[in-house]
């Protein structure tokens, strides 16, 4: 027999009854039922349940090892599978019809009482968590979700070579690129005074790679982003699954995509049902008709811009503000307490209330702001909401970009509080038509507004004959239940192209040729039309495991101030290193040591 398990915890079932094994795992959990002590082993495979009975030869001495050793020690049993009686069986459980009766015990590796408990939840604090993270992967929950990455990656590789992409790695230690965000910067020993940046994404390379002849490039990437943590966004480090092809337009990208993600939502993700094909909403209608560019289509309602009901009205709440209306059909029924909480939850927003009307059966309105709307302003609203009898309608007012992130979130709790919300269903959705360019509110600069690397539609005729405000772009993001999966673009593989649409953003040409000169390079030596995109694989372990937290789905994820609890990082570097770097430290005024 082996020397640590014939069998793993998770195998044995009704045909083994009879079979001497031997298993090795943790001690899961315990329980003494008049004498007769039950024990839980746990592998990474699953659970078996072992039994010592206090009349069997030679058993004392295993019922006070297994009574006394501290849960999470691991052991070697020895044993016999025997039947649990059909009473007794476990349904829950794979190895649930047996129980092993334990003759003997080795202890494999002593353990400490542990910091929190494994064999349930116990509320304990993700700073608690990660600063023991070795334990809180042992926790199923958990194991279930690393798990589940790692078959949803594997699938993803088998799609992507299915489709005829071929698997690529690009550099790690790179130049700086402009992504938005801050870099992650690599002191050269060799070069003194200069960097690498770790990659905020491989755009740039992966570009080189379509240049270069390689017409179907993917990689399941690592990206490297020194930016604030969110529930849907890790700090430090996060992976993606990295696209580009030759000689593709926008629809293109969007079937090779829409295929991964349906099979891939459809294989793991709980039976719910994948909405398929993914319909394609422009950025303006969508920030007009859902208050954001990450619009959940779950929520069965639409804001609507009122502005024009109330310009020049008396109700000053309202007048010479971008107000947005969301109409809610059906509440009648629906009691005071209704609205008071929706008030609540638009207020923890910061919005300072929620103002609402609601309409009667003879299409008048009541509500605390009824009294102040003239006839024309109800026939107006009513008219622009398309309200009806028991229609509730709630209000956001004021300036128009803040008026958009609260009445968004209005809108898709108000859907779930009055049953206009669809449940078990994975909704995506293609935002098409960005603007290329954007205006800085300090600084009233224009900017690009997405990826400086993407085609303008129109092409050079656009940037030279549009306001830089109406051109749009051949870019898209994917959209799943109001989670952006991805940005995309069809490139600009055109230097004078390039040159035009950064000038308009303030770069000259000498900015243009010391910041992109590979780029431009690569450009000028004949490069195909070709586009991509880079959906997070985090973000989609996320919504398959129905996990409201992205670092619950990555295995050792740093905290939300950037730090690793269990390894220590960030941490100081000796005099030693740093000389070695021609480094030198300088700290803030207020931080010490």
Not at 548 to 565: C, K, Q, S, V, Y
Request: with cysteine; net charge negative.
């Amino acid at each position: 027999m082996h020397r640590y398990r014939s069998h793993t915890c998770g195998e044995l079932r009704s045909a083994d009854i009879g079979s001497d094994v031997r298993l090795s795992g943790w001690l899961h959990n315990r329980r003494n039922l008049g004498g007769i002590l039950f024990v839980d082993l746990r592998d990474h495979y699953g659970v078996t349940q072992l039994i010592v009975h206090p009349e069997a030869d030679g058993s004392g001495p295993v019922i006070e090892r297994l009574s006394s050793l501290p849960k999470e020690t691991v052991v070697r049993v020895d044993g016999r599978v025997v039947s649990r009686g059909a009473e007794n069986v476990n349904p829950e459980l794979a190895t649930g019809e047996i129980d092993v009766e334990v003759s003997e015990v080795e202890v494999l590796g002593a353990s400490e009482q542990v910091p929190f408990t494994i064999n349930a939840d116990d509320g304990v604090n993700e700073e608690r968590r990660l600063e023991f993270r070795f334990l809180d992967l042992r926790r199923e929950r958990m194991h279930r979700n690393i798990m589940l990455r790692s078959q949803v990656i594997a699938a993803i590789r088998r799609k992507m070579t299915e489709q005829g992409f071929t698997e690529m790695a690009t550099p790690i230690l790179s130049a700086t690129s402009p992504e938005g965000a801050r870099d992650y910067l690599v002191p050269s020993r060799v070069h003194p005074g200069s960097f690498y940046a770790l990659p905020q994404a491989p755009q740039q390379f992966k570009q080189l790679l379509m240049i270069a002849g390689f017409d179907r490039y993917f990689q399941i990437a690592p990206c490297f982003r020194d930016e604030d943590a969110r529930a849907d966004r890790s700090p430090g480090e996060f992976y993606q699954l990295d696209v580009e092809m030759s000689f593709v337009e926008q629809e293109d990208v969007f079937a090779v995509i829409e295929r991964v993600m349906t099979e891939l939502f459809e294989e793991f993700g709980r039976g719910w049902h994948v909405t398929s094909p993914f319909p394609r909403i422009p950025y303006r209608e969508a920030m007009a008709k859902y208050g954001t560019d990450k619009p959940d289509l779950r929520a069965r309602l639409e804001l609507t811009d009122v502005s024009h009901v109330f310009e020049g009205s008396g109700f000053r709440a309202f007048a010479d503000q971008h107000v947005r209306a969301l109409g809610v059909p059906d509440t009648a029924g629906q009691p005071r307490r209704f609205f008071d909480e929706m008030g609540d939850f638009a207020t923890g927003l910061g919005a300072k209330g929620l103002a609402w009307v609601r309409v009667g059966e003879d299409m008048t309105l009541t509500g605390p702001i009824a009294k102040f709307l003239t006839e024309e302003n109800v026939e107006a609203l009513v008219t622009a909401v398309g309200a009806k009898p028991g229609t509730a309608i709630f209000f956001g007012a004021g300036e128009e970009a803040e008026v958009s992130r609260v009445m968004s979130a209005v809108r898709v709790e108000a859907a779930r509080r009055a049953g206009h919300f669809e449940e078990n269903v994975f909704r995506f959705c293609w935002i098409v038509d960005f603007p290329m360019f954007e205006r800085n509110e300090d600084t009233g600069a224009i900017e690009f507004s997405h990826n400086p690397f993407s085609m303008p539609q129109g092409g050079l005729a656009a940037l030279e004959e549009q306001h830089p405000l109406d051109v749009l772009a051949w870019q898209y993001d994917i959209v799943c239940n109001g989670v952006e999966l991805s940005s995309g673009a069809i490139r600009n593989h055109e230097p004078e192209i390039m040159f035009k649409a950064f000038g308009i953003a303030g770069y000259s040409p000498e900015d243009v040729e010391r910041d992109f000169g590979g780029m431009l390079r690569a450009f000028r030596y004949g490069a195909p039309p070709h586009g991509g995109i880079a959906p997070g694989v985090d973000r989609i372990v996320m919504l398959l495991a129905g996990e409201p937290n992205i670092r619950e789905t990555i295995a050792f994820p740093l905290n939300g101030n950037a730090e690793d609890l269990l390894m220590g990082a960030p941490s100081p570097v000796d005099e030693t290193r740093l000389r070695e770097l021609h480094l030198s430290v300088r700290k803030p005024p207020t931080q010490k040591g």
